[in-house]
């Protein structure tokens, strides 16, 4: 099993689309990146700030961030200074963060090793 996770596409989200719709995906492709496309517009044409509800599913940001004068380079050890700027933020809806917060052993997916709720297979054979 490889460490990557999947990675899905606007061809992706097209193709769930035209199923949920009964349409051909031709037909999908240039709604759904219109849709993203201008989501990504306004966030770039935030001044400075902007946020961008989409109910059902969460809330897209733009947000300031303060300067930081005494900031460090590890690779150096140098203190840079790193200007204000904006950042994204995305918080999901209630209903799909209650979805992502349900424990993976309950979905029965592999739990990361070094979790805290790792639990070793050959350990518990052992005893």
């Known amino acids: 099993m490889s460490d990557r996770p999947t990675t899905l596409t606007k061809k992706d989200v097209a193709r769930r689309v035209s199923e949920l719709m009964n349409e051909p995906i031709y037909k999908c492709e240039p709604w759904v ?14 001044d400075p700030d902007v946020r961008i509800e989409l109910r059902d599913f969460g809330v897209f940001e733009v947000k300031k ?45 592999e739990v990361p090793q070094g979790s805290a709720d790792f639990v070793d297979e050959d350990v518990l054979t052992l005893k």
């Open 33 to 46: 990146a219109s849709v993203i496309e201008s989501i990504g517009e306004m966030m770039m044409a935030a």
């Open 65 to 109: 961030t303060r300067a930081k004068p005494k900031a460090r380079n590890p690779k150096t050890n140098e203190t840079v200074f790193i200007p204000s700027r904006r950042k994204t933020h995305f918080k999901p809806s209630k209903r799909i963060k209650a979805v992502l917060q349900q424990p993976l052993a309950e979905l029965d997916y």
